[in-house]
Each structure stands twice: as structure tokens, then as C-alpha cells.
């Protein structure tokens, strides 16, 4: 297993980019960039905000210590809900990874070598688009640099995802978290689109295309999601042909390793981040 890095790399710069205008409105992406030659992995980083909230600086400290260690990261910006429901962000998702699949050359990188870093909701949505790349609602968006360029991706890391947004919403009435209830609402308007738009079922269903390597960081104390969420999605990944990894992080909350990143646990994710996206998911 050889890692795929540059000793070199260790400092980076970062630039806010447009990556995509949709109804004459530019979204941004914030590319960090390894100093040295390449050949570098490339990440596109999705941010959460239970769908409504976040741009592309909420990991940061994910998206800075990928970069120090010889990544390019490209964080998006995307539509958010109530304004934009589903599936306009993962569409967003769709056009900024294949765009970076386009233009990897450009930073280093190749378009063999790029995979997904997101976060809680942003991990529903990448996976969303990563499980259906040619979905025609996802992957309508185009331009001719894009011609034959799809959105699937060599690997994906799931932090804390939000595999199952139907069981989390169920989850959010049954505690009368009003908050996510209504961000739910926000975003899929009800049960028949958290029912459609779910990569756990998508997955129960056979819908998927190829899995890449998945790896997933879960806290075990984590309220945003439901107890059993990260190994039911991974059993099911794995049933479908697609290693997959769990990593449980004991008695931390839903999106540790970025409210905290000097921690002890929180170091040991990103660690565990920058490994497996340095041998590109293998």
C-alpha cells in the first residue's frame, strides 16, 4: 500500500474560486493548495448545517490539515434550503465534483485521485450524489469542460453523516427537536422525498452504482443521529460490494473533531482522515 504524498508539501495556499453560476448568482469554493509538484489526492469538502446553514469555511480545520499534508481541497458552497430544497444541493455537489475532476491537472492533482470529505448533512448529500453520479436531476448541470466527466469519486469519508435522513427525522419528532424537524421540512418538504432521497435505502434498494472505499467517524454521543445509523450504513455498503470502515470516537458529540480540532480525539480523526485519503481510500 503505497502512500500517495510529497514530503515537501508542507505548506499550502487558499483561494475563494467561483466554480459555478446558477441563475446568474456565482457559488464559491475554497481551493487549498499543497506548495510543491503534485501529483497530490484531491478532496471536494461538503460542509452540514442540517441543509439550511454552513458555507465553505465550517471544516476548516479538516479542509487545513488535509492541505498541509500534501491535499488539494476544494470546500463548495451550495444551495441551501428553505430556499433551494432537495435536490438542488446535491446537483451543487454533483457540478463542483466533477468540476474538479476537470480541472485536476490545473492543481496537481489527477482525476483518478479525487474523493469526498463531508460532514453530517453534507455527507448525505455527497453521498447522494457519489451512490447516483448520473442521476438526471444531480448531474443536469454542465458546461463543455465537463463533457464526459461524471461525479463519481476513488473514495469518500464520512464524518458523522446523516446516512438515513428519514430514521434521523423520525428520530427528531420523537424528541421534539423542533430545530431539525423543521430543517427536514425545510429541505425535503416530507416523508416521500427523505424516503427517495436516502442513500441507506438507495443502497437497500440496489439503486447504488460502484462503491468506492468508504471510511466513516462516528461519536458515540452524538444526538443528531440515531444510535445504530453509521454500522447499518456500513453493513450495507459492504453488502453492496463497497469496503467500508467504521471508526467510533467514545463519548463525542455530533461534529467533534471541527468544534474541537486540538483535542485528543478530535486529532486522532483527522489523523485517521488525512491516512486514509493519503492512500486514496485503500
Not at 495556499?13 to 453560476?21: A, L, M, N, V
Not at 453493513?235 to 471541527?258: I, L, S
Request: proline share 8%; net charge neutral; aromatic share 8%.
Amino acid at each position: 500500500m503505497n502512500v500517495v504524498t510529497n514530503p515537501t508539501a508542507a505548506n499550502f495556499t487558499t483561494e475563494d474560486i467561483e466554480y459555478q453560476k446558477v441563475g446568474g448568482e456565482p457559488l464559491l469554493a475554497k481551493l487549498y493548495r499543497p506548495h510543491g509538484a503534485g501529483p497530490f489526492p484531491a478532496v471536494v469538502g461538503v460542509h452540514g448545517g442540517a441543509w439550511t446553514s454552513g458555507d465553505r469555511n465550517n471544516n476548516q480545520a479538516i479542509d487545513s490539515a488535509l492541505a498541509a499534508a500534501g491535499v488539494v481541497v476544494l470546500a463548495l458552497d451550495f444551495r441551501l434550503a428553505p430556499k433551494a430544497p432537495y435536490p438542488a444541493s446535491v446537483a451543487d455537489v454533483n457540478f463542483g465534483t466533477r468540476w474538479l475532476k476537470a480541472n485536476a491537472a490545473k492543481f496537481g492533482s489527477r482525476p483518478d485521485w479525487v474523493g469526498t470529505v463531508a460532514g453530517s448533512s453534507g455527507g448525505h448529500q455527497a453521498l447522494l450524489s457519489a451512490l447516483k453520479p448520473h442521476d438526471p436531476r444531480y448531474a443536469a448541470a454542465t458546461s463543455p469542460e465537463l463533457k464526459d466527466v461524471d461525479a463519481s469519486v476513488a473514495y469518500f469519508v464520512a464524518c458523522w453523516p446523516i446516512s438515513d435522513p428519514l430514521a434521523r427525522y423520525r428520530m427528531a419528532v420523537e424528541k421534539h427537536n423542533e430545530r431539525l424537524i423543521q430543517a427536514h421540512k425545510d429541505y425535503f418538504g416530507g416523508e416521500a422525498a427523505m424516503t427517495e432521497g436516502n442513500p441507506q435505502l438507495i443502497l437497500e434498494r440496489g439503486e447504488n452504482g460502484k462503491l468506492p472505499p468508504l471510511l466513516i467517524l462516528q461519536g458515540t454521543k452524538d444526538n443528531n443521529v440515531t444510535p445504530d445509523m453509521a454500522e447499518k450504513f456500513s453493513a450495507a455498503w459492504r453488502q453492496r460490494g463497497g469496503p467500508a470502515t467504521v471508526e467510533m470516537f467514545p463519548d463525542q458529540p455530533h461534529t467533534f473533531a471541527t468544534q474541537n480540532p486540538t483535542a485528543p480525539e478530535s486529532v486522532r480523526a483527522i489523523e485517521l482522515i488525512k491516512a486514509f485519503v493519503l492512500r486514496l481510500g485503500l
